[in-house]
C-alpha cells in the first residue's frame, strides 16, 4: 500500500453547491406548502439528500498533518496538502501526523559483544513519510516503532564491546558514539521502512555497565588510570635522570664511574618515581 491523491475540490467552491442545494430543499419544502404538489416533496427530499452528502464530503488538512481516505473498506487515497476541501462523501478519514516525533527508550539491559551486562538506552528522531503504508501495513506506527527501536537498540549494542580496553577492536560503544548511532540509524530504516516512517536520528543517551559488574569495571578504569599515569611518570624520570649524568659528564663537574653511576641514577630514580618526599643524606665527608 502506497500514497496516491485523493479527488478534491476547493472547499469553498463546494461550500456555494452546499448553500445551492439547501436553498433548492428549502424552496422546495415552501412550494410543497403552497400548492400541496408531491413532486416539489420529492424534489425538496432529494435535495435534502444531497446537502447532507455535500456536508460529509467537506475535509480540513492541518498544517504537517495528512489524511487518509476509504470508503466501504476500499482504499481512495491520501491528502497532505493543508486547507479546506471537498472530496467523496460518505468517506471514513483517518489523520496522520507528518511531523517530526522524539521517542526516548526504556534502559535496556544486554550483553556486549564480550558478554558484559550493560544498560543502554537511545532517543530515536522519525516522522511518517509514506501515510498510507503507517495506516494499513501496520497495526499500530507509533507502537511499531517503539517496539521495533528497542529491538535494533538491542541488536547494535550486541556488535560492539563497551569499552575497546586493549585495543582489540576498531568500534566500541563509549568510545565511538557517533559511528554506532550512525549503524543504529540504518539498522532502525531498514526495521521501519515498512510501517512508512523515516529516521532522521538515532542516538545513544545512556550507557552504562549493570549494577552487579559495575564496581569491578570502575576498578579495572581505576587501575588503568595509575599504571597510565605511572607511565608517564617513568618516562619523564628516565629523561630526567639521563640529562643530569650528561650535563654532570660534559662540563666535568664529577668524575663517575659505573658503580656510582649505577648508585647516583638508582637513587635519583627513587626521588623522582617515589609518591612520598625523599630525605635527602649529606656526605660531608670523613672526620678523623
Known sequence: MTEKDMFKVNGFVGLLLFLLLGALTAVGIEQFVLKESFLFLVLAILCGLLTLLVFSGFTIIQPNQA???????????????????????????????????????????VNDLEGNPIE????????????????????????????????????????????????????????????????LTKDLQKRLELAGVEIIEARIMHLAYSSEIASAMLQRQQAKAVLAARKV????????????????????????????????????????????????????????
Not at 550486541?158 to 568510545?175: G, H, K
Open 67 to 109: 489524511k487518509v481516505f476509504t470508503l466501504f473498506g476500499r482504499y481512495l487515497g491520501v491528502i497532505k496538502h493543508e486547507g479546506f476541501y471537498l472530496t467523496i462523501p460518505l468517506t471514513v478519514r483517518k489523520t496522520v501526523s507528518l511531523r517530526v516525533i522524539n521517542f526516548n527508550s526504556d534502559k535496556l539491559k
Open 120 to 183: 543502554i538506552a537511545a532517543v530515536v528522531v522519525y516522522k511518517v513519510f509514506d501515510s498510507a503504508k503507517a495506516v494499513f501495513d501496520v497495526e499500530d506506527y507509533k507502537e511499531f516503532v517503539h517496539t521495533q527501536s528497542e529491538t535494533g537498540l538491542r541488536h547494535i549494542a550486541s556488535q560492539y564491546p563497551y569499552d575497546n580496553v586493549n585495543n582489540d577492536y576498531e568500534i566500541s560503544l563509549r568510545q565511538h558514539s557517533d559511528e554506532v548511532g550512525d549503524e
Open 233 to 288: 611518570i617513568v618516562d619523564g624520570a628516565v629523561t630526567m635522570v639521563k640529562s643530569a649524568i650528561d650535563q654532570l659528564k660534559e662540563e666535568g663537574i664529577v668524575d663517575l664511574d659505573e658503580e656510582k653511576k649505577a648508585q647516583m641514577v638508582n637513587n635519583l630514580m627513587v626521588a623522582i618515581v617515589s609518591e612520598k618526599g625523599s630525605q635527602p643524606v649529606i656526605n660531608a665527608g670523613t672526620i678523623y
